[in-house]
Structures are given as C-alpha cells and as structure tokens.
C-alpha cells in the first residue's frame, strides 16, 4: 500500500515538473523574451542536449574562461546556426589555467587564499602552484583564441587580464587590467570587444559605470564550479556533470530580465 502511495507521488511530481517546464519554456518562446545561457567548461555534447531542448528559444549564450572543451562545443553552434560570446581573459590564457578553478578543485579554503588578492602576481602564482601543484593545462591557447575570434558566430569578450575578483581590489587596479585586457584582446582578434564579464560575477555599479565609459557591456557570469555554498546562486548557469534535466530546471527557473546575462 504504501510502495503504491510512493509510486503515486512520484507519478504526480513527475507530472507536476513536467507542467511547470512547459510553462516557462512558453513564458521563454513569448515574443521579445532572450533566455541566457551561461556556460563554462560544458562539454560539446551537454551543451548539444541543452540546445537541442531549448529550440525555439531566443538565446544569449554565453562561455566564460575560454576552456579547452570550447573548440567541440563550436562545432555544435554550427550545427544550431547559434552565436556565443566567449569571455577570455589573456593573462590566464597565457598561463593555462583559472589560478581560483586550480585551488577551488584541491579544496583549498577560499579563507586561505583570499588574502592573496594583497599579493604581487609572481608571488601569488608562486602560492598557487605550491598549493595545487596538479594543475592541467585546460585552457584554450592565445592561438586558439585567435582561431576562434574570427569564426563569424563567435565574439569575443574581455574577462579581466587575470581573472582576479574585481571587488577585492582597489578600482584604478582593477581598470588597469580591464584596460590590458581590451588592449591585448584587440590585437588577438582584429576588434576591441563590446562585452565585459566580472570573474565570479562580482561587480559594483562604480565598476560597471567604468565599462560602460569604455564601450562595453557589463554582464554577471557566475564561476563554474558547484560547491554547496555556490549552488542555487546562478541560476540560469550550467553546471558541467550535472544531468540535462537538472540544468535544464535551472536554466528555465531562472527565466532572468530580457537580455541579460547575470
Ligand atoms: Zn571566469
């Protein structure tokens, strides 16, 4: 009696998800609406099943970190005719690596490095690598980039020099990176970009005055990985090994104001 009560529930639940995904997925087919879509370091065939249940949808899509799993995923925007901006952030491009990603995935404390925002470059890198010593090359090379800049669905937008947070930082600090970045990234691609994602998503409007002084937009991308302390805050985010039913729940909860990318 029971087991059939149980089976009953999950009968009445499955239809009840069911019915608010084609609710929101109508609210996001409504004219004028754009669903974003965050991604990081998906690879090409979550993000096929993604895009493949979101058709029909007017999506902004959006890949933050320029992660080596981006040249498949550019195949599968080919094959859905879709445009991506991918946010890089050349100095990281340069090294290989997302310095925060390395120490977050050897479950360092954010307590522990938090602190080396204070730092000199050299000295935190040297940190890191003592830290996370195991650290793969998992980034798209310069050359890469460069490759992929000039494919016509794909614009390219400034992530910081460092992708370090942007609200641990005194703001000329932070600008002179911007700056390094724009200028950097105008050479690799033949054009200066028009968009700006804050590491972590962290931005202040005084920040967000500044990029827009300086031709671009402003977005709020969230880091790609899931802890429990992370989970649940972006929500139109998604996460690399979670199932397509999990992503896509988060994705279409979040159903965010048109046009943006927070
Ligand atoms: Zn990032």
Redesign the pocket.
């Known amino acids: 009696m029971t087991f059939r009560r149980e089976i009953g529930w999950c009968v009445a639940q499955a239809y009840r998800l069911a019915g608010a995904r084609r609710r929101a997925m109508a609210r996001c087919r409504a004219p004028g609406v754009r669903l974003p879509v965050v991604f ?1 370091d998906s690879a090409a065939e979550e993000v096929r099943g993604i895009l493949a249940a979101l058709r029909g949808v007017d999506l902004v899509l959006t890949f ?2 320029g992660w080596l799993e981006f040249e498949g995923v550019l195949k599968v925007l080919e094959e859905f005719d879709l445009r991506a901006t991918v ?1 890089i ?1 050349p100095g990281e491009t340069e090294r290989g690596v ?1 310095w925060t ?1 390395s120490l977050m995935e050897a479950g360092v404390p954010d307590a522990e490095w938090h602190p080396w925002y204070a730092l000199p470059a050299a000295e935190r890198y040297a940190l890191c690598d003592k830290r996370a010593p195991c650290v793969r090359r998992r980034l798209l090379t310069a050359e890469a980039v460069r490759a992929i800049s000039r494919h016509p669905l794909v614009r390219i937008g400034n ?1 910081t020099w460092s ?1 370090l947070s942007c609200t641990h930082r005194p703001v000329d600090e932070v600008l002179d990176e911007v700056d390094r970045a724009q200028k950097t990234l105008a050479e690799w691609c033949g054009y200066a970009p028009t968009d700006f ?1 804050y ?2 998503g962290r931005g202040t409007p005084e920040l967000d005055a500044e990029i827009h002084r300086r031709g671009m937009t402003p977005h709020y ?1 969230r ?2 990985l899931v802890t429990e302390a992370t989970i649940g805050e972006a929500r139109n985010m998604v996460y690399p090994g979670m199932t397509l039913a999990e992503n896509l729940g988060r994705v279409l909860q979040a159903w965010p104001k048109v046009g943006e990318t927070r």
């Open positions: 990081h933050d970190d946010f952030a997302v990603n992530h992708h994602a590491p972590f991308t880091q790609g």
